[in-house]
């Protein structure tokens, strides 16, 4: 008997685990259209080169900082074409493009605050590895943090109440973060190289989508309008 109850207890919270998935899953969810992941693997291909202009406005040279632009750019564009061509899920084609986009975004703004502390200084390895065990240590946390609220009810709760959620408690964090790193740059104008670390960290926010993607193929989910 106490097996027994055990055991209906396990499928209610699974049960129960799934709903709230769902709720996270389908907040602001809409189908991917096929000529979109197109036209924007061509943008991301076109704004990795950004780097490498920027380094021929300011008649500076660190091809290297460029080329690896353009092969994160040249990589997500691929991975556009390849994941997101609208044959499978649409769940994952929506969230695998989303995190994509905003990951390659999330780099390249990376990308752009170490530039700006090479003009001002040169190279400084250092500071690369601060800024990216920040970017790690910050879209870790949120993961983290969304995981635990999912599974507590969070977004279901929300939808029970026909709210949504809100994304103003990670924008908080990666604004203290994105200026403290700034705070220890030395180097004399930080303001730029401040604003591409926040820009860089709020986009990464968008790796939540990634989330979604473990969420839905754990489950096996699938929107109402795929093909069962």
Not at 47 to 67: N, R, T
Not at 200 to 224: C, E, M, P, Q, R
Request: some cysteine; glycine content about 8%; aromatic content about 14%.
């Amino acid at each position: 008997m106490e097996k027994l109850q055990g055991d209906g207890l396990k499928i209610m919270q699974m049960h129960g685990n799934e709903d709230y998935i769902k709720a996270f899953i389908e907040y602001g969810f809409h189908p991917l259209k096929r000529y979109k992941c197109f036209t924007r693997s061509v943008l991301v291909l076109a704004w990795s080169f950004a780097p490498l202009l920027f380094q021929k406005f300011m008649e500076v040279d660190f091809p290297i900082l460029g080329f690896f632009s353009v092969g994160v750019g040249a990589i997500v564009s691929v991975l556009l074409i390849v994941l997101c061509n609208g044959r499978g899920s649409l769940y994952l084609n929506r969230f695998i493009h989303d995190g994509l986009i905003s990951l390659d975004f999330s780099v390249s703004m990376l990308l752009f605050a170490y530039q700006e502390v090479l003009i001002a200084m040169g190279p400084k390895p250092w500071i690369f590895v601060l800024l990216c065990l920040a970017w790690i240590i910050f879209v870790t946390a949120v993961i983290v943090i969304r995981r635990n609220a999912v599974m507590r009810g969070y977004d279901y709760r929300l939808k029970e109440r026909g709210q949504h959620s809100n994304i103003e408690a990670y924008a908080a964090m990666g604004g203290v973060l994105g200026i403290f790193s700034a705070k220890l740059m030395p180097m004399q104008e930080k303001f730029m190289v401040g604003m591409c670390i926040l820009c860089s960290l709020l986009a990464s926010i968008g790796t939540l989508n990634f989330l979604k993607v473990y969420y839905v193929k754990k489950y096996h989910l699938t929107a109402d309008t795929d093909t069962k």
